[in-house]
Nanobody, 118 residues
């Protein structure tokens, strides 16, 4: 079983940056892909970004060019660098051990809150 713990959220102004981290309790090398999702109040959880075992990223259109996903096998950690943040990025962000491309898996972290003020 994989346990995932997110951190790095917070309050930031429009245009600011945050870096989210997701520490896996187990080796993440075999999990392909790993992803980030987010859920805003009153909305469904949505896909944000994913990265394959070989490092190929995939992004939602809403974050392309602003967010960068990466993974560090030595640290068993998934990252999400978020730049040029907008108020509509406000949400709880979750990492996920995905079943496959575009398909969320059963393992989720507890989430980390990101709030972007206008």
């Amino acid at each position: 079983q994989v346990q995932l713990v997110e951190s790095g959220g917070g309050l930031v102004q429009t245009g600011g940056s945050l870096r989210l981290s997701c520490l896996a309790s187990n080796t993440i090398f075999s999990i392909d892909p790993l992803g980030w999702y987010r859920q805003a109040p009153g909305k469904q959880r949505e896909f944000v970004a994913a990265i394959s075992r070989i490092g190929s990223p995939n992004y939602a259109d809403s974050v392309k060019g602003r967010f960068t996903i990466s993974r560090d096998y030595a640290k068993r950690t998934l990252f999400l660098q978020m730049n040029s943040l907008k108020p509509e990025d406000t949400a709880v962000y979750y990492c996920n051990a995905m079943r496959g491309p575009g398909v969320a898996g059963d393992y989720w972290g507890q989430g980390t809150q990101v709030t972007v003020s206008s």
